[in-house]
């Protein structure tokens, strides 16, 4: 791999793309398999036991993602999630942790996991060098989480991982609660109080048409501001400041001092004009938006010996090329019927 490696110039300009948005943030997808089968993610009925699913060897190896992380952090990328998929299928991911957490520029490392796996994994992940996880969990009533989870997994195991990430200091642990009307809007309080007065953060994430196969349908989304009403009148709370540009949760601080929650409005108040991330599935596409329609092959490249500098070339076009706005644009121009599913492409 040496002789691939390049000296990039102590600074290098920033990418930008054609919004001047600057590249920050990679997600990485290690797994395209799950779990679970979320009807709004990967539906049952598709995703059956026939589905055929990438074979390992389809898959980038540790090696490539390392070496394409590492020509991302030459280009300013300091922050990286690991996703899928269930990124804890992935067989090894400890080592793959301890390899990224090297690589010099990378300063934060989150993990976005189901957490049905996570108890047996939080005390090595932390060890590795992971610094933080977000854990989906859509209920705390045992039958509404079956129905969010395709009959799935339990609250409980994922309760005791998510404790199992706290005493392993992996801090701060956000949930990640996606509300869909008449489904789990009921429990948003439940979720809200379990967790108040700890150091878990809730962030609920209104329905998105991510994909093709969910059915969405907008009257299914219950956008944010609905649910801040709802939480504010049995714990007022106050808007706070975003930690960081390109944050994309708004922050509500409760006023009795017991925490905050988040609100991800990709739906009724889009976010697309800070958004800094770019996505490599678990084969090696590059992609630029959660809602693209095609991306682009790393993979075969790599596997055909180009070298860091070429390499470069690709994402440095592919970022600077960049235009995507999907969630501004929705309302205007309708979805479109050609998109990517999440799983794949990582969340
Ligand atoms: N399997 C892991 C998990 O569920 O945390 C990681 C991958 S999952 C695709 C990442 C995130 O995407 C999860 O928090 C999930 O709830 C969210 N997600 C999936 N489909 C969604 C949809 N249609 N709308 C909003 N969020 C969605
Ligand atoms: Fe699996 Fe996560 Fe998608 Fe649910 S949201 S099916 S846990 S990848
Ligand atoms: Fe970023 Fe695309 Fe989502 Fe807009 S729609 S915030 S560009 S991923």
Redesign the pocket.
Known sequence: MSENIINLPTSIPLLRDQQQRPLSDLRI?VMDR?N?R?P???PEDKYHEHFKFLDSTERLSFDEIVRVTRLFAGLGVSKIRI?????LLRPGLTDLIGDLSRIEGIEDIAL????ILLGQHAAALRAAGLNRV???L?SLDDEVFSLMSGGRGSKDRVLAGISEAAQAGLMPIKI???IKRGVNNQGALELVEYFRGSDVIVRF???????TI?H?QETDTVPSAELVQHISQRWPMTPVERNYHGEVASRYRFLDGQGEVGF?S?VSDPFCGSCTRIRLSSDGQLFTCLFATAGTDLKGPLRDGINDNELLQIIGRVWGAREDRYSEVRAEQGGSDKKVE??YI??
């Not at 996703?83 to 990124?87: D, F, I, K, L, N």
């Not at 976005?112 to 957490?115: I, R, V």
């Open positions: 997808s799950c679970f979320c709004y993610c990967m996703t899928g998929g269930e990124p976005t996991s189901n957490g977000t854990v989906s859509d990640n609660t996606v994430i209104e329905y998105m048409d991510v994909g969910n969405w991800i990709s999440m799983y990582g969340g």
